[in-house]
């Protein structure tokens, strides 16, 4: 049902591709306090809620990541390679 990667890139230069699955994005929405289809609706794209979604998914890949606020510092940009962004719907 979701088929959603981020491309996670880092000061020092390295690079990983994650996977989003249900629980990650059940995560998101916990940490966040926002739906997924209202926090990446194309007019309501927030940095921060890229940010998140990056640092759940590098975390649920088995990496060790350090405090979200941390690890922000240490992240250059957080890509998401679906261009049609996660909904509820199902079917």
């Not at 309501?44 to 606020?69: R, S």
């Amino acid at each position: 049902m979701f088929n959603y990667k981020v491309t996670v890139t880092k000061r020092d230069g390295s690079e990983g591709t994650y996977d989003l699955g249900f629980a990650e994005l059940c995560e998101f929405e916990e940490v966040t306090k926002v739906g997924v289809p209202v926090a990446f609706r194309e007019n309501n794209i927030k940095i921060q809620y890229l940010g998140t979604l990056g640092w759940i998914a590098e975390k649920a890949a088995g990496n060790t990541v350090k405090p979200l606020a941390q690890w922000l510092k240490e992240v250059v940009s957080v890509d998401m390679q679906d261009t049609n962004p996660p909904t509820s719907e199902v079917g």
